[in-house]
């Protein structure tokens, strides 16, 4: 499936809404970037409506959702925050930016993110009650553009390396969904992406062969980066997965060489 968005357009984790967030969730489900301007406090409070919520951006706790292991010390970027009930418009703790990210990529969208990352940028990095942040949410749903337009918010760094609590990147997402354009556009932002493993030991190239319907997403991976992770589940590699899943011979020969 190389198509740039799917057609069937994921919704946020858990459908239902906190009560305290309805104007926030309704204004972000439509990409209604002058209403959540307003919402967001971009404008003097004094022109909101009586009893109108603005997000608030404080009380925020750490959880262990973060970079590679393998980063340095002192190169390690924070770890990543989960959105608390403060800033919730779900009651699975997706923040205003989860439910934009998966909404939609249309620019309404991508400019409704941008004006959510200009009020609140950490919730860029932050993660739902599932570890998930919005470039997990876009991946998920398919939204290309809106991948790319986060990385290009964050502006490099290892926010393509952020985990959920499977220990999954967007990688993982968009290998599963099988797409080239995501899969480039994550690749492109980091080429060592596909080095990053799940908590399952499974690396995106372990996940793409064992699907058994993406070679060419296998061979991209591979193409940007020819150290990445062989690591499967268990004990077993990609080549494993290979074999049990009956792939042809080319994938199977580059595997193969790339062991030695």
């Known amino acids: 499936m190389d198509s740039e968005k799917t057609t069937k357009q994921s919704e946020p984790n858990d459908e239902v809404q906190a009560p305290h967030r309805p104007e926030l969730l309704m204004a972000a489900r439509h990409g209604d970037r002058d209403r959540l301007k307003r919402l967001l406090g971009t404008v003097s409070p004094a022109a909101l409506p009586v009893g109108e919520v603005v997000l608030r951006v404080e009380d925020v706790e750490t959880v262990g959702v973060g970079v590679?292991?393998?980063?340095?010390?002192?190169?390690?970027?924070?770890?990543?925050?989960?959105?608390?009930?403060?800033?919730?418009?779900?009651?699975?703790?997706?923040?205003?930016?989860?439910?934009?990210?998966?909404?939609?990529?249309?620019?309404?969208?991508?400019?409704?993110?941008?004006?959510?990352?200009?009020?609140?940028?950490?919730?860029?990095?932050?993660?739902?009650?599932?570890?998930?942040?919005?470039?997990?949410?876009?991946?998920?749903?398919?939204?290309?553009?809106?991948?790319?337009?986060?990385?290009?918010?964050?502006?490099?760094?290892?926010?393509?390396?952020?985990?959920?609590?499977?220990?999954?990147?967007a990688l993982h997402e968009a290998v599963r969904l099988g797409s080239k354009a995501m899969v480039e556009a994550l690749m492109s932002a980091d080429p060592e992406l596909a080095r990053v493993v799940a908590a399952d030991g499974g690396s995106p190239l372990y996940l793409a062969v064992s699907l058994g319907r993406r070679d060419d997403i296998a061979r991209l991976l591979h193409e940007h980066d020819m150290g990445l992770s062989y690591a499967g589940p268990d004990g077993n590699n990609a080549l494993h997965a290979a074999v049990q899943k009956g792939k042809g011979k080319i994938i199977v020969l580059f595997l193969i060489y790339q062991s030695f």
């Open 68 to 169: 590679d292991d393998d980063d340095d010390a002192d190169d390690a970027e924070p770890a990543a925050t989960v959105v608390t009930s403060a800033e919730a418009v779900t009651v699975a703790l997706d923040s205003v930016l989860h439910v934009v990210a998966s909404s939609g990529d249309e620019p309404t969208f991508l400019e409704s993110a941008t004006a959510i990352h200009g009020r609140a940028s950490h919730l860029l990095d932050a993660g739902n009650g599932k570890g998930d942040t919005p470039l997990h949410c876009a991946a998920r749903a398919g939204m290309v553009r809106m991948v790319s337009h986060l990385l290009d918010l964050a502006r490099g760094g290892a926010f393509a390396r952020r985990r959920n609590s499977k220990g999954e990147t």
